[in-house]
T-cell receptor, first 111, second 113 residues
């Protein structure tokens, strides 16, 4: 069975603070894909990043960075110097034979 | 390139009625998946269609059904509505495999009274 856990339900930070969103997954598949999606208040989920199970290289894209560690089954997401526009619900997801989403972490960035 | 289009955006039904939601995927995308989003349960996978065939199904009762047409457009149907079916129903499309990113529509918000 596949499962995605996001232990942080809600996080509040002040603008310009760094924030890390945690994601832990479970799967028995050897080939799988991990994703992060952002759901702003407008409601439409937006794709942020994808990683496959064979690529543990961490990635940085502007203020966003991702840390994939297969040994701990984690795929964490860090926003550096957060901004008010980063306020949203962030979902971690796993796909192998279907898509499984975590419960989401609501991030509030206060001015 | 047009995005994923879902209709209707909002609807109100009463218990016992049925509802049909529509999803038009991005042109060229052959996979359409459906999700139910509620505050308590989060985003839950309903089913996925690929080339008119249901490829996967989540853990929902048989009242929830779907289909996909030859032009990849998809519909989902919920019969004998219950209060607990009130939710945002999201549709997503992708090119075909599970490696690809999902492109989501804005959703259909269903309220059951």
């Amino acid at each position: 069975a596949q499962k995605v856990t996001q232990a942080q339900t809600e996080i509040s930070v002040v603008e310009k603070e760094d924030v890390t969103l945690d994601c832990v997954y479970e799967t028995r598949d050897t080939t799988y894909y991990l994703f992060w999606y952002k759901q702003p208040p407008s409601g439409e989920l937006v794709f942020l990043i994808r990683r496959n199970s064979f690529d543990e290289q961490n990635e940085i894209s502007g203020r966003y960075s991702w840390n994939f560690q297969k040994s701990t089954s984690s795929f964490n997401f860090t926003i550096t110097a957060s901004q008010v526009v980063d306020s949203a619900v962030y979902f971690c997801a796993l796909s192998a034979v279907n898509w499984v989403f975590g419960p989401g972490t609501r991030l509030s960035v206060l001015p | 390139k047009a995005g994923v289009t879902q209709t209707p955006r909002y609807l109100i039904k009463t218990r016992g009625q049925q509802v049909t939601l529509s999803c038009s995927p991005i042109s060229g995308h052959r996979s359409v998946s459906w999700y139910q989003q509620t505050p308590g349960q989060g985003l839950q996978f309903l089913f996925e269609y690929f080339s008119e065939t249901q490829r996967n199904k989540g853990n929902f009762p048989g009242r929830f059904s779907g289909r996909q047409f030859s032009n990849s457009r998809s519909e989902m149907n919920v019969s004998t509505l219950e209060l607990g079916d009130s939710a945002l129903y999201l549709c997503a499309s992708t090119t075909g495999g599970y490696a690809g990113e999902l492109f989501f529509g804005e959703g259909s918000r269903l309220t059951v009274l």
